[in-house]
């Protein structure tokens, strides 16, 4: 079965546990047609970064309650129902309304609950923004570095975010060019592919998810 026992899969899941440390922000924006998504994106990551942190370094909570403020700040600057769509991929069409519905949650929960856990985790990383290049006029990338307090390479930490309108949100993560999303999407197609059944990936996630809020100390 493929490894589900962290939020991302395989050994990425330690490093973007950094991802929230962001202290300093130093934007550069690339050459753009479209000045609001090129100012908008960065901005975005800066705000998750600022709240992010102040989330991090706040230890007078249990690591249930910061597990829920995390659920706020997921729900605020990600994208999380396109993520998780995209991340069924054609198994979506072979899931009923229940099913949909039930995924979604059991998705919220798997990253929530994943980083909850390894919210002590943190260092004092710190994350650069190094520019932001257009993408369409609906999407932009944000591109960072993560700078570790022993030193030691920068992590590269791209933020794909996507919007119009002034409303954006992030839809993707990309650590040393490896997807967030894609990693998810290929882990939860071989568990079906490995079962037989679409279903038996909801089995899966109640399992991983109720075993990650025990752990934490969450209520069910």
């Known amino acids: 079965m493929p490894d589900l026992r962290l939020p991302i899969g395989r050994a990425i899941a330690a490093r973007l ?23 908008g994106a960065p901005a975005l990551v800066k705000g998750f970064a600022d709240e992010g942190v102040s989330l ?27 993520i998780a769509r995209w991340v069924l991929g054609r198994y979506w069409n072979q899931f009923d309304a229940a099913q949909r519905d039930e995924y979604y949650r059991l998705f919220e929960d798997l990253v929530v609950y994943g980083y909850a856990k390894r919210f002590g985790e943190y260092t004092g990383e710190r994350l650069r923004i190094v520019r932001t290049v257009l993408d369409s006029n609906t999407q932009a990338t944000v591109f960072s570095e ?37 990693t998810w999407r290929s882990d939860f197609s071989a568990t079906i592919q490995q079962s037989g059944k679409p279903a038996a990936l909801l089995d899966v996630l109640r399992a991983r998810t109720a075993q990650l809020k025990a752990e934490i100390g969450a209520a069910n």
């Open 17 to 39: 546990i950094v991802i929230l440390a962001v202290v300093l922000l130093a934007p550069g924006v690339a050459a753009a047609d479209d000045p609001a998504i090129a100012a």
């Open 56 to 82: 991090l370094e706040d230890r007078s909570v249990s690591a249930a309650v910061r597990a829920e403020r995390f659920r706020g700040l997921l729900r605020r600057y990600f994208a999380t129902e396109a």
């Open 146 to 182: 993560i700078d570790r307090p022993t030193g030691g390479q920068p992590i590269n930490v791209d933020w794909r975010v996507g919007g119009r309108a002034d409303v954006y949100r992030i839809v993707d993560v990309v650590v040393e060019n490896v997807s967030l999303s894609q």
